[in-house]
């Protein structure tokens, strides 16, 4: 298991852009996937973004197509997304979220990942 933390979050207008990043720490087991949701006040948490660790591979919301990109350093064992144009609904708690599992596609939901982040805020003004 690992400790999850993210960073990055803060308030922006409209049009803004932020890149949030997550940190692994402590012990280390090999990730098959990596993902970003995020959770509105009064809303279920959603997916928005993954990454598979071995080759990249990436999927997004419909939501954040073309706004946002997620990216990892293997190195560094860290995972980022920026995001660009944002808009008063990208205002969330962003949490960072790893899948120990091998799956034949990248998962979506809040279920097939294991250890999850704190989150980190973010607000989108106007």
């Known amino acids: 298991q690992m400790q999850l933390r993210e960073s990055g979050g803060g308030l922006v207008q409209a049009g803004g852009s932020l890149r949030l990043s997550c940190a692994a720490s402590?012990?280390?087991?090999?990730?098959?996937?990596r993902g970003w949701f995020r959770q509105a006040p009064g809303k279920e948490r959603e997916f928005v973004a993954g990454i598979r660790w071995n080759g990249g591979e990436t999927n997004y919301a419909d939501s954040v197509k073309g706004r946002f990109t997620i990216s990892r350093d293997n190195t560094k064992n860290t995972v980022d997304l920026q995001m660009n144009s944002l808009r008063p609904k990208d205002t969330a708690i962003y949490s960072c979220a790893v899948d120990y599992k091998f799956r034949d596609t990248l998962p979506v939901t809040t279920k097939e990942y294991n250890d999850w982040g704190q989150g980190t805020q973010v607000t989108v003004s106007s």
């Open positions: 402590g012990r280390s087991s090999k990730s098959y996937g």
